[in-house]
Every structure is written in structure tokens, then in C-alpha cells.
């Protein structure tokens, strides 16, 4: 195997200046990366989708697992032809995809078993994530970095303001586990926002039945207008609610995963997604 050329040595040769059009963060903390890829869990015989690599830190971390293939999702050209060189270093390991990751259906990357384990762009982190939801058991797990608001709202439970919409629709299919903060000095060049890892592993079974669509609609009502009590956000549902158990003055944040799951079975004939 050629041994890859340093990263700071890579990024002058490229020009590779972070853009913030695109949400770029580059980590290149060689023991941070290795933390995150040991993050992830045993790889041994694992396909990693990787989205957004940039000058490829922590892809260099990934190959040096046991994962049997490396797939990096980037589009800025500039850091595709730096990438090439790892490719090099690491034959037949690494697939370097250069594309939109919004517009690409990562499952068709590689076989499973797949892992996602990334430093997501910002901008772009929780419609990434929300896309992925729709085909979550094509996954083993997702080992993310968001902004650390984000993480706190995907873990958060029922009773506090950081529980929401995007908590219900992910505690909903998968079991969240928050791992680490990182540091915003690691970054080049370091972002204005707080960082952390969390693991998302999906569930045998969505926590209780319901329809996407109906679930991501009642919670877009209740949450839509979160101060409110339920009799009024959900006024035109014409809920039951002692049908349901549920107290109608409670507020969106009150309830669980479970009582939001309830309420779009109830109205699975009368609300579209």
C-alpha cells in the first residue's frame, strides 16, 4: 500500500479553503477521527457511506478499520481529485462518489451491511437525515455529527423545549445515543456552533404503529403551534381525546412518541402528509 501524503500537505497542493456555501467544516484531527470511526463499532466486513469528506480526515480513519469498502459522497470538485490520492493509497477500498448526497440514494453505493459514519455539512445535516428515515432499515446504524442543538433535540424526551417534531420522527424508527461534544477548535476553519456525535440505530419495528405521513403531519400541527394546548392546535382533527388518553390541555411537548403515534392512526382517514 503507498503510504497517502499528510493532510495539511494535500489541502495546500489542492487549494482546499473550506467554502461556506457548502456547509464546510474540515476535520482533520487524526486522533478525533479515529475516535469517531472507533465510534461507529466493529466495521470488520462493513460497507461505510461516507457523505461530505472533504480533504478525507476521517476517511482516512474509516479505512484504517476492518470496513470492507469506503464510500465518500462529495461534491466539490476540488476535494474529489484530493481524494483521488487516498484512492491510490487505499485500491479497491475506496469509492469516491462525486455527487449531491440530497439527490443520492446512498443504498445503491454499496451492499449491506451499510453503515453511515459522517461529519455532516451543516446546511444541509437534517434534510440529510430525514431522507435517510424513509429507507432506515437499509441501515446497521448511522454515526453522525450535527450541530450540537441538533443532537440535543434528536435525544431529547417528552417535557422540555428542545423536544419536537424532528425527536418524535427519530425516536419513532430508531434508538438514539448521544456520544460525544467535539471541540470547535478541531475544525478548519472552526464554526460559529458547538458540534457533537450521536448514534442512531434503527429499530426491528417502529416504536408504535402509524403512517409517516400522518405522523409527520400531526406533528407538524402541534408542533406548528407548540404553545398552544392540543385542544387548539389540533382543533381541526376533531380529536377524541378520552378516546385516546390523552389530556386535551396538554401541550405538543407533553406527549410521547407512542400518544403522537395514536393520534395519526385516529385520523388516518381525514389528514394527508
Known amino acids: 500500500m503507498t503510504e497517502p501524503a499528510p ?44 457523505i461530505g469528506p472533504g480533504p478525507g480526515g476521517l476517511t482516512r480513519a474509516l479505512l484504517d478499520t476492518g470496513a470492507e469498502t469506503v464510500s465518500a459522497v462529495e461534491m466539490d470538485t476540488r476535494c474529489v481529485e484530493a481524494l483521488a490520492e487516498l484512492r491510490d493509497a487505499y485500491p479497491k477500498r475506496l469509492k469516491i462518489v462525486e ?32 431522507g435517510w428515515l424513509g429507507q432506515i432499515g437499509e441501515f446497521e446504524s448511522l454515526t453522525l455529527m450535527f450541530q450540537k442543538e441538533v443532537v440535543d433535540r434528536l435525544a431529547a424526551e417528552p417535557g422540555g423545549k428542545t423536544y419536537g417534531r424532528l425527536s418524535v420522527l427519530v425516536q419513532w424508527l430508531c434508538e438514539v445515543r448521544f456520544e460525544f461534544n467535539v471541540s470547535k477548535q478541531v475544525f478548519t476553519p472552526p464554526p460559529k456552533v458547538a458540534s457533537s456525535i450521536v448514534t442512531l440505530t434503527p429499530r426491528p419495528q417502529p416504536l408504535a404503529p402509524a403512517e409517516r405521513n400522518k405522523l409527520e403531519a400531526v406533528t407538524a400541527m402541534a408542533f406548528g403551534q407548540r404553545r398552544k394546548m392540543l385542544r387548539s392546535s389540533l382543533k381541526p382533527l376533531n380529536l377524541d381525546f378520552d378516546a385516546l388518553g390523552i389530556t386535551p390541555t396538554a401541550r405538543a411537548e407533553e406527549l410521547t412518541v407512542e400518544q403522537f403515534c395514536a393520534i395519526a392512526r385516529s385520523v388516518a382517514g381525514t389528514v394527508t402528509g
Do not use: W
Request: aromatic content about 4%; hydrophobic content about 45%.
Open 7 to 50: 493532510l495539511r500537505d494535500i489541502i495546500k497542493r489542492y487549494g482546499l479553503g473550506a467554502r461556506k456555501s457548502l456547509g464546510q467544516h474540515f476535520l482533520l484531527d487524526r486522533n478525533l477521527c479515529a475516535r469517531i470511526a472507533r465510534t461507529a463499532g466493529d466495521l470488520t466486513g462493513v460497507h461505510v457511506i461516507e
Open 99 to 130: 455527487a449531491d448526497a440530497l439527490e443520492t440514494d446512498v443504498t445503491a453505493l454499496s451492499p449491506a451491511p451499510r453503515r453511515i459514519v459522517a461529519n455532516l455539512p451543516y446546511n444541509v445535516a437534517t434534510p440529510l437525515l430525514l
